[in-house]
């Protein structure tokens, strides 16, 4: 028996005693073999990335040395070069824990600043990484783009580069053996958090190539700074209170940032939790989830499956800053190229609605 064969068999030995009750439950990774089909309709790699940018085939599945999956080894195994990815989000849950138990409530006007960055930032993640690059839905104004970047960036959305290649990895292989983040595969935890730093992320690297200009590339460079910003930056509320500047902290940085990775990772894991269809795959809709997007539009996720360029997302009475946002910004000069699919045009709103 080979030594790595060796060590995978003792992190999967102690991965079930390893996790606390609540994550057991949660746990799907023995999912029924109902759901475990192959997947409906994985979108075409063509209508991922411009003509003369496609990659030479699909990546190989993300297979230790030893043969097994990563998610049956323990929740500590780090793909190459993430442990940086886990030590990030054990900080936020800790920190976060502990500054609920010693730091006091903040003030309402902390409040309000923290909500307004984890909206703004769902819009620079949703707006600009989705349905902008990813998706060329839409093509925004530069210095908008460049903007709603720097949200998502501050919300710990990470590189945009690393962001699109990871979405268009998982669209091109969805619900497959090789989806990145499906929960058919590794269970409802590897798709919500496990995978960002478990899966072999280089596996991805080509499905950016138009990402590669300077003003894409200098999000790598600085995205070091901006998460110590984002997580520290509360630390610089102006008041002479030190506790009024904690309970900043807490509210600004780990707190503000755990609803922001649990809100978006809600997209992998729960939205992908229902049964195959002919259209869309696993993924679903879900009403009450559009209160931890705020209306964003990213909860709508089985429309999004089934037509992946269209940049609308909510139809009907289904909610929909997201596609707000760039209806405005088109109105003043700031978006063009919005893309209208002829589904959307042959079909009256409500239709779509109902049919999600």
């Known amino acids: 028996m080979s030594a790595d064969r060796f060590q995978c068999m003792l992190q999967r030995s102690s991965h079930r005693l390893g996790l606390p009750a609540w994550a057991f439950v949660l746990d799907l990774s023995h999912m029924s073999s109902t759901t475990a089909q192959e997947p409906a309709s994985a979108l075409p790699v063509t209508d991922l990335l411009p003509a003369g940018l496609l990659p030479a085939g699909l990546p190989p599945t993300s297979a230790l040395p030893s043969g097994q999956k990563p998610w049956e080894c323990s929740w500590l195994a780090c793909a190459p070069g993430e442990w940086p990815t886990?030590?990030?989000?054990?900080?936020?849950?800790?920190?976060?824990?502990i500054g609920v138990f010693f730091i006091g409530l903040p003030t309402w006007p902390i409040v309000a600043v923290a909500v307004a960055l984890i909206f703004l930032g769902g819009l620079g993640t949703t707006v600009a990484y989705h349905r902008a690059l990813t998706h060329r839905g839409?093509?925004?104004?530069?210095?908008?783009?460049?903007?709603?970047?720097?949200?998502?960036?501050?919300?710990?959305?990470?590189?945009?580069?690393n962001w699109v290649a990871m979405h268009r990895l998982h669209h091109a292989t969805s619900d497959g053996p090789d989806d990145i983040s499906s929960p058919h595969h590794g269970g409802f935890w590897?798709?919500?958090?496990r995978w960002l730093w478990q899966a072999e992320t280089s596996r991805g690297e080509r499905f950016a190539p138009d990402l590669d200009g300077f003003r894409y590339r200098f999000w790598d460079y600085v995205l070091v700074p901006m998460l110590a910003l984002s997580f520290f930056g509360g630390l610089?509320?102006?008041?002479?209170?030190?506790?009024?500047v904690l309970a900043a902290w807490l509210w600004l940085g780990p707190l503000r940032l755990l609803w922001a990775l649990h809100a978006q990772c809600t997209v992998n894991s729960i939205c992908h939790l229902g049964t195959m269809s002919s259209e869309g795959g696993s993924s679903r809709n879900w009403y009450w989830l559009a209160l931890v997007h705020m209306g964003q539009g990213e909860n709508w996720h089985a429309n999004h499956h089934r037509q992946q360029v269209d940049p609308r997302l909510g139809y009907g009475a289904q909610i929909d800053f997201g596609w707000m946002v760039?209806?405005?910004?088109?109105?003043?000069?700031?978006?063009?190229?919005?893309?209208?699919?002829?589904?959307?045009?042959?079909?009256p709103a409500s239709t779509l609605a109902d049919a999600a």
């Open 326 to 347: 760039i209806t405005g910004l088109r109105w003043c000069g700031l978006a063009e190229r919005v893309r209208d699919p002829r589904h959307r045009r042959s079909a």
């Open 190 to 193: 590897w798709a919500h958090l």
């Open 86 to 97: 886990l030590m990030w989000v054990a900080l936020l849950h800790v920190s976060a824990v």
């Open 236 to 244: 610089l509320w102006p008041s002479a209170d030190h506790e009024v």
């Open 138 to 161: 839409v093509k925004l104004n530069p210095v908008v783009e460049q903007i709603l970047i720097g949200f998502a960036v501050l919300n710990g959305s990470g590189r945009p580069r």
